[in-house]
């Protein structure tokens, strides 16, 4: 495949495990690569993981994410109970967890991204389940990868992973008052501050220009710089 591709091995291994993480192969000892019958959920990760068309996918995304969420997140405000609420807050120190992580390490970055990202997914996650409604689950299941691919990549952005826990916190606080209209407008927030860090990261990935927060969280980092 290498010589195949002309690429190097580690991009073969990592494509390798890219397709894994989707479930469209298989990878056994002694046996190799197996193709998996694809499922719907695996074939629309494959899908928005496309890196040459990032950027319509991340609108998408949005768009689909402002149909969908707005509404969970307000019902989850009207049947969460205690474990529910249990369940948020452990997700949310594991996201402050993460923001805490040591970045010196070797490969600490790719590390912290991805940590941040999979918080960030296990949170929404945690608000659909809320909803006690299968469907939303499910749905919330099929987008989780992409939706960590987005979030890694606007989380390299400064200030943009304390600004997304402080979210995350404000989306909480709303659920746990059982306030659906609070809750409708900290979610609101959430996604429009993530529409704004993905039109920022176009046009870095355009222009090459430094990566900026969106005006919300760079008055919030400089908050943090103090």
Not at 42 to 56: G, K, R, W
């Amino acid at each position: 495949m290498t010589e195949e591709l002309s690429v190097s091995r580690t991009c073969v291994r990592e494509a390798i495990k890219s397709l894994q993480s989707l479930q469209l192969i298989s990878v056994k000892p002694k046996i190799g690569a197996v193709v998996l019958e694809p499922t719907p959920v695996a074939l629309i990760n494959a899908e928005y993981l496309s890196t040459s068309a990032f950027m319509q996918q991340a609108e998408s995304l949005i768009e689909f994410r402002k149909v969908l969420e707005l509404g969970l997140v307000a019902l989850a405000a009207e049947k969460a109970n205690e474990a529910d609420w249990v369940v948020m807050r452990e997700v949310l120190a594991e996201q402050e967890a993460a923001i805490k992580m040591d970045r010196s390490t070797r490969h600490g970055t790719m590390i912290f991204y991805e940590a941040i990202g999979n918080a960030n997914v296990r949170f929404h996650k945690a608000v659909a389940a809320a909803t006690r409604n299968p469907l939303a689950i499910m749905v919330l299941e099929a987008i989780s990868a992409p939706l960590a691919e987005v979030s890694r990549r606007t989380n390299e952005m400064p200030g943009v992973p304390e600004a997304g826990l402080r979210q995350h916190w404000a989306i909480y606080r709303a659920i746990r008052e059982n306030n659906p209209e609070k809750a409708r407008r900290a979610m609101q927030a959430h996604l429009a501050a993530a529409e704004r860090n993905a039109h920022i990261l176009e046009s870095e990935d355009h222009d090459g220009a430094p990566k900026v927060p969106a005006a919300s969280s760079r008055k919030e980092h400089a908050v943090l710089q103090r």
